[in-house]
Nanobody, 122 residues
Framework: QVQLVESGGASVQAGDSLRLSCAASGRTIRNAAMGWFRQGPGKEREFVARVRRSGDSYYADSVRGRFTCSRDNIKNTVYLQMNSLKPEDSAVYYC????????????????WGQGTQVTVSS
């Protein structure tokens, strides 16, 4: 079982940048597809970004070009660099691990972190 701990959330102004980290322990994430999801107030949880074992990354349309997802298998950590933040990016951000698939489907993620809050003010 892997434990995932997100950090880096903060309250910022529109246009600012943040880098979220997701540190894994208990198991290497080298063989996992890793995803970032978010849930805003009163909203469903939604996909943000994922990075496959190969390092290839994929993004939701709403963040493509502004966010970058990367992984450091030596540090057993995944990152989400968020630039040009908007108020609509405000949410609790979660990372998750999919050890069996490519991370394409949310239902396949079997380990989740507790989340980190990002608040963007206009």
């Amino acid at each position: 079982q892997v434990q995932l701990v997100e950090s880096g959330g903060a309250s910022v102004q529109a246009g600012d940048s943040l880098r979220l980290s997701c540190a894994a322990s208990g198991r290497t994430i080298r063989n996992a597809a890793m995803g970032w999801f978010r849930q805003g107030p009163g909203k469903e949880r939604e996909f943000v970004a994922r990075v496959r074992r190969s390092g290839d990354s994929y993004y939701a349309d709403s963040v493509r070009g502004r966010f970058t997802c990367s992984r450091d298998n030596i540090k057993n950590t995944v990152y989400l660099q968020m630039n040009s933040l908007k108020p609509e990016d405000s949410a609790v951000y979660y990372c998750a691990a999919d050890f069996l698939g490519s991370g394409l489907y949310e239902r396949d993620y079997d380990s989740w972190g507790q989340g980190t809050q990002v608040t963007v003010s206009s």
